[in-house]
């Protein structure tokens, strides 16, 4: 498991320097990512027995980055003319159903995917388009994945105190800090990228720190709930994309507006 594990973190890694440094490559990369994590989300739902339109959840999501990296915007709050429109096709498509049972849940999990996967995700591309934005991405990327690794390093070794076992029962107490510890480390690291000060620093690392563990553990529920180990198998030894993503799921959009507003980048 170790060396699958090791492995799939190679690969991982080698993509995300691609990413850094090709931008089509890291184009293409987002595009995969949201096509394979909904792929993956919408066959969870499914083995739970609960319907969707998986495939134009998948089309609608790819259009979502697409959109944002060829800057198309129908109005300055074109996301949410779109999830309308795409909310309105949904109910339309409902008409030429034999039954009415299961309406609401069918459209309403393939909207959740859709916003939840691909639009969140999509912020990695916003982030990327901003003034800077390589740097940007590094530093989410860096507090994001860096308390990824700290908490499931330092959690596995000495985790002896379960955080919420109802969720996730591997994951503990001291697992948890010290994934705040490394994200604070990544918000550190980036100074060169962000230019603040360090007690900005130690407060960003923090938040993000928080968001990346409250969005591993919001999958962790969904799984818990479809009663799925993983959500896929695509990385040997580490699971689906979705679950190499979930933490950035909640923390680019946050970081996103958080350097466009507060810092007015």
Not at 16 to 43: K, M, Q, R
Not at 146 to 173: C, E, M, N, Q, W
């Amino acid at each position: 498991m170790l060396v699958k594990r090791i492995f799939s973190a190679v690969i991982l890694v080698g993509i995300i320097i691609a990413c850094i440094f090709i931008e089509p490559f890291f184009n293409l990369a987002v595009v995969l990512f949201i096509a394979v994590g909904l792929y993956e989300f919408f066959s969870m739902l499914e083995k739970k027995g609960i319907n969707n339109y998986k495939y134009f959840g998948i089309g609608m999501g790819i259009i979502i980055p697409l959109s944002v990296m060829l800057r198309f915007e129908l109005t300055k709050k074109w996301e949410f003319l779109f999830i309308v429109a795409m909310l309105l096709f949904l109910i339309v498509m409902q008409f030429k159903r034999r039954k009415s049972s299961g309406v609401i849940v069918d459209i309403s999990t393939t909207v959740f995917g859709i916003l939840y996967v691909s639009w969140f995700f999509s912020f990695l591309v916003k982030i990327r388009n901003l003034q800077g934005g390589v740097g940007l991405f590094i530093a989410v990327l860096l507090m994001t994945k860096l308390g990824d690794i700290g908490a499931y390093l330092i959690g596995s070794r000495f985790g002896k105190t379960p955080l919420i076992p109802r969720i996730s029962p591997r994951k503990s107490v001291e697992g948890a800090i010290a994934g705040l510890f490394f994200s604070i480390c990544g918000a550190i690291f980036s100074k060169p990228f962000l230019h603040l000060s360090y007690v900005h620093l130690v407060f960003l690392g923090l938040s993000i720190g928080i968001l990346g563990q409250l969005g591993d553990l919001s999958e962790s529920l969904m799984k818990r709930d479809c009663e799925v180990k993983d959500a896929g198998s695509i990385l040997p030894g580490m699971g689906g994309i979705l679950d190499e993503i979930d933490s950035l799921l909640f923390t680019a959009p946050v970081f996103y507006y958080y350097i466009s507003i507060v810092l007015k980048q």
